[in-house]
C-alpha cells in the first residue's frame, strides 16, 4: 500500500538546522511531484516547499526562502527538505505531500514534529 514517512523533527535551538525525509513506497515516486506542508497549533496548514516529478523546479513559501531547500532522490524514492536558519515561528507539524500532476492522486504522510526554542 501507500506509505509517505517522514523523519528528522525534534527539538532544535533558534538559527539551527534540521534536515527531514520523507520516504515513499507503494506508488511510482519518480512520477509524482512533491510537497512539504507545516502545520502550527491553531492555524491552517500551509505550503513551505514544492519540487516538480524530476526535481528540476522548486517553490518555496516567502516566509522561508533562502533558508530551507527541498530535493527529490528519485532513486531513493525519498524527499529531503533542509532547513537552516530555524526561527521559532517554524514550529510545526511538517507533512510530506504527493501529487501526480495529471490524475491528482494525492497521498499524505503522518508528519514529523519540528519544535524550534531555546
Known amino acids: 500500500q501507500v506509505q509517505l514517512v517522514e523523519s528528522g523533527g525534534g527539538l532544535v535551538q533558534p538559527g539551527g538546522s534540521l534536515r527531514l525525509s520523507c520516504a515513499a513506497s507503494g506508488f511510482i515516486f519518480s512520477n509524482y511531484a512533491m510537497n512539504w506542508y507545516r502545520q502550527a497549533p491553531g492555524k491552517e496548514r500551509e505550503l513551505v516547499a514544492a519540487i516538480t516529478r524530476g526535481g528540476g523546479s522548486t517553490n518555496y513559501a516567502d516566509s522561508v526562502k533562502g533558508r530551507f531547500t527541498i530535493s527529490k532522490d528519485n532513486a531513493k524514492n525519498t524527499v529531503y527538505l533542509q532547513m537552516n536558519s530555524l526561527k521559532p515561528e517554524d514550529t510545526a507539524v511538517y507533512f510530506c505531500?504527493?501529487?501526480?500532476?495529471?490524475?491528482?492522486?494525492?497521498?499524505w504522510g503522518q508528519g514529523t514534529q519540528v519544535t524550534v526554542s531555546s
Open positions: 505531500n504527493a501529487v501526480h500532476p495529471y490524475t491528482k492522486d494525492a497521498y
